[in-house]
């Protein structure tokens, strides 16, 4: 069974930092396109981040820019998300997601597998 499992959730004070991480199991997700998507309370979900096969190619939204990276480490089937300067807005349900089908990033509608999602909660 093909599963993503996202990690490293919390509750950290404006300006702190966290790293999630996102393990995947079932199935190697070495050739496939990655990515860290976020909903927060009543609004719909948003792209965060995502990465190609090889780790070459990095996108982020505009809002994360300059605080997030996002990176993996094919050996051991998982993709990081490293958050720094984090902001009370940044307060989100955490979702990790792959696209089985292509190893460069094509977008949210590509992404095929989901996680179930980490809670990150930032204080002001």
């Known amino acids: 069974q093909v599963q993503l499992v996202e990690s490293g959730g919390g509750l950290v004070q404006a300006g702190g930092s966290l790293r999630l991480s996102c393990a995947a199991s079932?199935?190697?997700?070495?050739?496939?396109?990655m990515g860290w998507f976020r909903q927060a309370p009543g609004k719909e979900r948003e792209f965060v981040a995502a990465?190609?096969?090889?780790?070459?190619?990095?996108y982020y939204a505009d809002s994360v820019k300059g605080r997030f990276t996002i990176s993996r480490d094919n050996a051991k089937n998982t993709v990081y998300l490293q958050m720094n300067s984090l902001k009370p807005e940044d307060t989100a349900v955490y979702y990790c997601?792959?696209?089985?089908?292509?190893?460069?990033?094509?977008?949210?509608?590509?992404?095929?597998?989901w996680g179930k999602g980490t809670l990150v909660t930032v204080s002001s």
């Open positions: 997601a792959a696209d089985t089908d292509y190893r460069e990033y094509r977008g949210v509608d590509g992404m095929d597998h």
């Open positions: 079932g199935r190697t997700f070495s050739s496939n396109a």
């Open positions: 990465i190609n096969w090889s780790g070459t190619k990095r």
